[in-house]
């Protein structure tokens, strides 16, 4: 097999473009590359892993790496399924570098192993994003009838929105093209703004891009079934489709995927009203989850997606079918969390239409989500008036007589208003800069309580990242990248040093499968497996986990977490600390001593437990 890896590197502005190879065993993958890339061009970088077009579920992930302009730092984003039509140009990777003199399209084509071509095309985002189907999408359908058909096979496409161009947040979209069609099931590389990136450094607004190029990629399913015998006792397809029950349905909880099996287990520790539920008592978040989520929000859910059996996959043939639809609606929690309860919304028709108006201008979800949040808490307490955020009216921002469908609508209507005004930055709304830098601004003109109400993870001077969406110190961790699970998540108490530990562990297990474009919901065999295949097919295992630590090590190098800025973040350590022995009933000596110290000073212990996760990382991640 081929022991190069192949980048085609292409700079925007000039046109210019060339293919570079790379040694397996010096590089593995488009992470440990793409690092080196980012470093040496400031390049965005997307490729495919070793196993793209193999048998291996899960293996055609397009990754994205670079320094995102939201966090600051080194990002990894990736996108389910859209390696496959990748992997036909016969090369590896994709680095952009320079940038285009006018918003264009990247045409990348590849037919019957002939040179790549590669072209460049301007486009009038502006009038395309507002025709009447808008955003990514109306961008899409431009991009496929103008030139899918020059494709022998099906092509893929990626776009951005608006919110590429006016914020730091704008995500990338793509869906699956079936039957000469764009279907409806979207696909993002959301975290970290690397449509941002695309567009507002360098000036591209799309990529289309496929051919016919075959590899002789790994498909002898013989020999993997034995592997997994070996390991498991089991073939491949009954051990991945063991591993993705969560994903598909599971039975326990009669519901799947993450939205359906979250919001059945969350019960006591659901988070709502910008994280204002975190003060609730315990009877009055499971009051809430039975009326709001259990009796309707969920149930909406199974009875729509989980019963109708509404489910599709990425665009790669996959046992766990994840995408869970309700017509064109693609059920995820996260966003549905950040732009549902979050934002006071509990009714799958205003979250749905919130959820698709941010996707229609490109934001990645969970960020915008946070921030609307935060915006809608700080109106309903009158720290904001709506006109200075460009609104019509004040949110119904409490449980207390909340009316689940018409007050959840009214909520999603406000929110809609908040999108159009940070695209349009009325009011006093600018976040070209970040959330972040724009909440530190309000917090030296009207009080730092504006920004004691905004939850985020900070990074250097401007970077920011909006907290996966579990109630648990892990997703506050200062590690090198956040807002993916680049970190431990788990609900335990930890002394935060040990936390500290587990999480850079979880850092280089999630490196194993993004290095090699596999997907983590197969993680229950590819964390263990993966390695052992690099081993079985390159003979190179040692190696490739050396590169791992070595990887991890260097991302960290550049770790300029910054502690806590928001007193929400203090409140919501101090809260799960103090449920975990009220409701949970640990008695574990530690915990207590840990909350006694936050009741009494909780900056004081709040940057003790921060610098104790840290020291964990650090001794973990070090180089030598």
Known sequence: MDTTIRVLVVNVNTSFYRIDRYKLGDFFGPVDLGLHLSGKHNSLNIGTGLFAGSILPGSNRLIFSGFSPCWGGFFISSMGGAGLEFNNLGINMLAIVGKASTPSILYLNRNHGEEIQVEIYPVNTSKIWDKEKKGVYALMEYTFSKYASSYESKPRILVTGPAAAETD??????????????????????????????????????????????????????????????????????????????????????????????????????????????????????????????????????????????????????????KKMNGKYKKDYEPYQTLGPLCGIFDQRAAEKLVNYADTLGFDAISVGGVLSWLLECVDDGLLTTEEVGISKKP??????????????????????????????????????????????????????????????????????????????????????????????????????????????????????????????????????????????????????????????????????????????????????????????????????????????????????WYEIHKGIQESLKEF
């Open 396 to 609: 119904k921002f409490s449980p207390a007589e909340f009316d689940v469908i018409s007050d959840s609508n009214h909520n999603a209507e406000i929110g809609i208003e908040l999108l159009d005004s940070i695209i349009q930055k009325r009011g006093i709304l600018n976040l070209s800069e970040g959330a972040r830098k724009f909440g530190r601004k309000l917090s030296r003109s009207k009080g730092k309580e504006i920004l004691d109400k905004f939850v985020y993870v900070a990074f250097a001077r401007k970077g920011w990242m909006v907290p996966n969406q579990y109630w648990t110190p892990g997703v506050l961790s200062p590690m090198a990248i956040m807002g993916k699970y680049y970190m431990y998540y788990g609900n335990e108490f930890l002394q935060p040093r040990d936390l500290g530990r587990l999480a850079a562990e979880r850092f280089q297990s999630e490196l194993v499968m993004d290095n090699l474009g596999v997907c983590r919901f197969h993680r229950g065999w590819a964390e263990e497996m993966l390695p052992v295949i690099v081993e079985k097919i390159y003979g190179l295992k040692d190696k490739f986990l050396h590169n791992i630590s070595m990887t991890a090590s260097r991302i960290n190098s550049r770790n300029a977490s910054i502690f806590w800025e928001s007193e929400r973040n203090l409140d919501f350590i101090t809260t799960f600390l103090k449920r975990k022995i009220e409701i949970d009933k640990d008695t574990d000596p530690e915990l207590k001593s840990w909350l006694e110290k936050f009741e009494n000073n909780k900056f004081e212990a709040g940057l003790d437990f």
């Open 169 to 322: 947040m704008g995500a990338i979209c793509s869906v699956p093209i079936q039957d000469n069609k764009l279907t409806n099931v979207d696909t993002w590389s959301g975290r970290g703004g690397f449509g941002s990136k695309l567009y507002g450094e360098h000036g591209i607004a799309a990529v289309i891009y496929g051919g016919t190029h075959l590899e002789e990629d790994f498909r002898d399913r013989s020999v993997a079934d034995q592997w997994f015998k070996d390991k498991y006792n089991q073939i491949l397809a009954v051990k991945d489709f063991e591993a993705t029950t969560k994903y598909r349905f599971d039975p326990k909880f009669q519901t799947g995927g993450t939205f359906g099996v979250n919001y059945t287990n969350v019960s006591g520790k659901l988070i709502a009203f910008n994280y204002k539920s975190i003060y609730y008592d315990e009877n009055k978040r499971l009051e809430l989850h039975k009326k709001l989520i259990l009796d309707h929000y969920l149930k909406q859910f199974n009875e729509e997606t989980i019963q109708t059996k509404q489910q599709k996959t990425c665009g790669e043939p996959c046992s766990a079918v994840c």
